[in-house]
């Protein structure tokens, strides 16, 4: 639907998580017109299986909070003896799901810059070289990822006449599953599953 999004997934305690992107500062209505409502029109978007899983499941319910999504990338994440990963340098949208799996990234490749450097005695120029080595193989990669988890909410909360049916097709291929090869993939699933470098820890 045209200025929301809903996206369902399985967790690993064999629970179902829904996120619901909705227009800012409309909460507040949708939390004055109560949980039935607004779980009404979550299972208009996720469809008939989906939706009467959630409308029967009402009672299990566990803690719906709204997160006040920030999503931006600093431009410098070292200065002397200091090297930012994670959140701390780049806080991601939660399209996706990549914010765990791109600090894990992150941790990885300063691993491998950082740990010989350390085992060498940890020279102040060397380890200031260690950090910004880091920021330079990862920055690319979180910048493409970032870009590619803007695209939806642009998409969701236009008003143009063709978002209905650009929503239709894409939650239609969704269903369709993901071909195993990675050269069958969209750009950004492609992205989103694999990365867009070759991360792997060397140390």
């Not at 829904?18 to 004055?32: E, M, N, P, T």
């Not at 060397?126 to 870009?147: G, I, T, Y």
């Not at 993939?185 to 694999?194: E, M, N």
């Amino acid at each position: 639907r045209p200025g929301q999004l809903c996206l369902a997934f399985p967790t690993f305690d064999e629970r179902l998580q829904v996120a619901w992107l909705i227009r800012k500062g409309s909460y507040g209505d949708l939390r004055q017109r109560g949980t039935d409502a607004w779980l009404a029109d979550i299972a208009v978007q996720t469809g008939p299986e989906i939706g009467a899983h959630l409308i029967r499941h009402r009672d299990a319910l566990e803690s719906p909070f709204v997160l006040d999504v920030v999503c931006y990338l600093l431009e410098r994440w070292t200065a002397p003896g200091v090297l930012l990963i994670g959140d701390a340098c780049h806080p991601m949208s939660p399209v996706g799901g990549q914010g765990l799996n791109i600090a894990l990234r992150d941790a990885l490749v300063a691993a491998n810059h950082l740990v010989p450097v350390l085992e060498a005695g940890a020279a102040a120029r060397a380890l200031d070289a260690a950090c910004a080595a880091v920021q330079a193989e990862r920055f690319p990669e979180v910048a493409e990822v970032e870009r590619y988890q803007r695209m939806p909410p642009r998409v969701v909360f236009r008003t143009d006449w063709w978002v209905g049916a650009v929503l239709w097709l894409a939650a239609g291929l969704a269903r369709l599953g993901f071909p195993r090869s990675r050269a069958g993939l969209p750009a950004i699933t492609r992205t989103f599953l694999h990365g867009v470098t070759d991360v792997q820890l060397k140390v």
